[in-house]
């Protein structure tokens, strides 16, 4: 049966009568006069930087805004607009800006030198609060970054289950170099060269070509798809990938570095299926550079040469102060479950407000997600492109491609005001 609110339905909606190629030209004409700051920023950084930045995400059009100063809920851009921070570092920023918990902490742990190279206490108290939160953790070692937690959990898991396929699905981030989107597959040009097998994500009867490769290592999943645009997979989905990964010898990884937001111990926690490996990053190291991947033990006791382990793990940052005393300070402190479970709450309320003035004006735009992860979609780009502008002139930054990662600071009124900003601008459409 289908409803108004189905995307399959939205996506069908008829465009607004309105000419949408000299709306958007408007918007970024009004945006250009607003921001001559970081339109010259952007000239200079286009000198020295190919496309001016070196984030590509952070890129849109006309140019990006530079951020002069963070706080809280709020980014200060060098032409001095204020915005409320939606898109909350892309899931890193769940604690906010410079919550004074983890600067004090970096402060404290300065002072007794930084590039140790060295082992030292933190990284243990950090491996273990790490442990007792993940239910599937035994274990954890400690990377720079998302991406290499899971290039890390991989090579990890390849070599627990002696094969060499890596199991993935259609559209999944796992990363700048393990992105599988709709138009490239596994071939992006940047991809490591891993033997990948791409199947369809969250459809039962698609697992059938993926556990068909008898050389099936890994399988490396993100619970809700965050890149893709806050897509969940169904808990009946992860159960049938849990059971088939169990009866195949299959090392069953689930990419934590968004989705351990949506509760305390993960969305591993939230849809009750238990991963053998589990990579973490973004928000937990309180918004330094951050990355950890664990498991098991017998798994990551190949990191443990006293029990005949043959890995080794490098990275010289891997352990270091300012990481460890940030994360420790997030853990033990920010992250307390009542705070995420209110956060996660809020951003369902959030959901459902934005898909309910959206599909109350007739829009082909919908809105998916889980708590605190919102992904706003279109079936025509120029409405998110104006949608997105018509925000950041209210003073509301989202991601360009509609994304949202509430902060623990972002308030109801802050998402009242977003709510209220895509509904005039909805209405604004019709009378245009
Ligand atoms: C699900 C997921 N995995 C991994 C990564 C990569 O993390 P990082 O950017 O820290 O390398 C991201 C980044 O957005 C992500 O969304």
């Given at each position: 049966m289908t409803s108004v609110s189905d995307p399959d339905v939205r996506s069908s909606k008829p465009l607004p009568a309105v000419d949408l190629d000299a709306l958007v030209i408007a918007a970024h004409g009004r945006y250009r006069e607003h921001h001559p700051n970081s339109e010259s920023a952007h000239t200079r950084a286009r000198r020295v930087m190919p496309g001016g930045n070196t984030r590509t995400v952070l890129d849109f059009d006309p140019f990006p805004f530079r951020?002069?100063?963070?706080?809280?809920?709020?980014?200060?851009?060098?032409?001095?607009?204020?915005?409320?921070?939606?898109?909350?570092?892309?899931t890193a920023g769940l604690l906010g800006h410079s919550p004074e918990s983890v600067?004090?902490?970096?402060?404290?742990?300065?002072?007794?030198?930084?590039?140790?190279?060295?082992?030292?206490?933190?990284?243990?108290?950090?491996?273990?609060?790490?442990?007792?939160?993940?239910?599937?953790?035994?274990?954890?070692?400690?990377?720079?970054s998302?991406?290499?937690?899971?290039?890390?959990?991989?090579?990890?898991?390849?070599?627990?289950?002696?094969?060499?396929?890596?199991?993935?699905?259609?559209?999944?981030?796992?990363?700048?170099?393990?992105?599988?989107?709709?138009?490239?597959?596994?071939?992006?040009?940047?991809?490591?060269?891993?033997?990948?097998?791409v199947a369809p994500f969250d459809d039962i009867a698609g697992l059938d070509q993926l556990f068909a490769d008898l050389d099936l290592g890994c399988v490396l999943i993100?619970?809700?798809?965050?890149?893709?645009?806050?897509?969940?997979?169904?808990?009946?989905?992860?159960?049938?990938?849990?059971?088939?990964?169990?009866?195949?010898?299959?090392?069953?990884?689930?990419?934590?570095?968004m989705t351990s937001r949506l509760a305390a111990g993960g969305a591993q926690e939230r849809l009750g299926v238990r991963p053998d490996m589990t990579t973490l990053g973004k928000y937990i190291g309180g918004g330094m550079t951050f990355g950890a991947f664990g498991g098991r033990s017998d798994i990551m006791a190949h990191f443990d040469k006293s029990s005949g382990g043959q890995l080794t793990q490098a990275g010289t940052f891997n352990n270091n102060v300012v990481s460890m005393s940030a994360a420790i300070a997030a853990l033990s402190g920010e992250l307390h479950p009542d705070r995420i479970d209110e956060v996660n709450d809020r951003g369902d309320r959030l959901r459902r407000d934005l898909d309910r003035v959206l599909a109350a004006r007739g829009l082909p735009m919908w809105a998916t997600g889980m708590g605190s992860m919102v992904g706003l979609h279109s079936s025509e780009d120029r409405l998110m492109e104006l949608m997105f502008h018509a925000a950041l002139a209210d003073g509301l930054y989202l991601a360009r491609r509609g994304f949202i990662a509430l902060s623990m600071v972002v308030t109801e009124d802050h998402c009242d005001a977003l709510v209220a900003s895509v509904d005039r601008w909805a209405e604004s459409l019709r009378t245009a």
């Open positions: 951020v002069v100063r963070a706080d809280g809920p709020f980014l200060v851009d060098i032409d001095q607009h204020r915005y409320v921070d939606f898109c909350g570092n892309y600067k004090d902490a970096i402060v404290d742990a300065l002072a007794g030198g930084w590039a140790l190279g060295a082992t030292h206490e933190r990284e243990i108290r950090l491996a273990e609060l790490v442990c007792d939160r993940f239910h599937s953790i035994d274990q954890v070692r400690f990377t720079n998302g991406t290499e937690a899971n290039l890390m959990a991989i090579g990890t898991a390849l070599h627990h289950s002696g094969r060499s396929t890596v199991g993935v699905f259609h559209n999944a981030y796992h990363g700048g170099v393990l992105s599988f989107g709709a138009v490239e597959g596994p071939h992006h040009p940047l991809n490591v060269p891993h033997r990948f097998r993100e619970p809700v798809q965050g890149s893709a645009g806050c897509l969940p997979a169904a808990p009946s989905f992860l159960a049938e990938l849990r059971r088939r990964c169990t009866a195949t010898g299959v090392v069953l990884i689930f990419d934590e570095v």
